[in-house]
């Protein structure tokens, strides 16, 4: 299986910030990636595929990046609605996901 | 309004079986391949099972292979998981998500999810 290592595990951050969350693949996975949003009881969200293509209604505040092992997920400047935890998904081979990474509140 | 609403979770003892179902609704099931993701408790997701949109291709992860079994009824718009053989480690949201294009890619649409607990 093609493991996906996310970092960090935990980031807190204030409203207005840049985030960046990171994704690493055990192997290249070209740009079959996916990333979600997921709060608290209920479903992940889905806001990224094909590594950097918006889904359609998400924020262009969100943006996606990178290919073969390194990805990059960012917001460019975090809102409230914002927080919450996100999980990074390879498709090259069956779907694996990344451990998550949770966005508090700093 | 596109919906996708799992059934079926429960309490379940180790050894036990369970039938979940996913009913689909505002678009065309039959042209969409089909996840099962699960999630224990405090945990990460976890992909468990794909479907193609004619049920005639299917994957499965090694932790489920041979004791799960997705199914799918394209004339009721319902997706099936047979867990046979359950284990404590199977406890878990399950979600049914649809792919959004093929058999692999990212999921754009989530049901709720549905709890299946496995514990003596």
């Known amino acids: 299986d093609i493991q996906m290592t996310q970092s960090p595990s935990t980031l807190s951050a204030s409203i207005g910030d840049r985030v960046t969350i990171t994704c690493r693949a055990s192997?290249?996975?070209?740009?079959?990636v996916a990333w979600y949003q997921q709060k608290p009881g209920t479903a992940p969200k889905l806001l990224i595929y094909?590594?950097?293509t918006l889904q359609r209604g998400v924020s262009s505040r969100f943006s996606g990046s990178g290919s073969g092992t390194d990805f990059t997920l960012t917001i460019s400047s975090l809102q409230s609605d914002d927080f919450g935890t996100y999980h990074c998904?390879?498709?090259?081979?069956?779907?694996?996901f990344g451990q998550g990474t949770k966005v508090e509140v700093k | 309004q596109v919906h996708l609403v799992e059934s079926g979770g429960g309490v379940v003892l180790p050894g036990g079986s369970l039938r979940l179902s996913c009913a689909a609704s505002?678009?065309?099931?039959?042209?969409?391949?089909m996840y099962w993701v699960r999630q224990a408790p405090g945990k990460g997701l976890e992909w468990v099972t794909v479907?193609?949109?004619?049920?005639?291709?299917?994957d499965y992860a090694d932790s489920v292979k041979g004791r799960f079994t997705v199914s799918r009824d394209n004339s009721n718009n319902t997706l099936f998981l047979q867990m046979n053989s359950l284990r404590v480690e199977d406890t878990a949201v399950y979600y049914c998500?649809?792919?959004?294009?093929?058999?692999?890619?990212?999921?754009?649409?989530w049901g709720p999810g549905t709890m299946v607990i496995v514990s003596s």
């Open positions: 192997q290249s996975v070209s740009d079959w």
């Open positions: 998904q390879q498709y090259r081979r069956n779907p694996t």
């Open positions: 094909k590594a950097s």
């Open positions: 505002g678009f065309i099931f039959k042209t969409y391949g």
């Open positions: 479907i193609r949109f004619d049920g005639n291709n299917k």
């Open positions: 998500a649809r792919v959004r294009s093929g058999t692999s890619d990212g999921a754009d649409i």
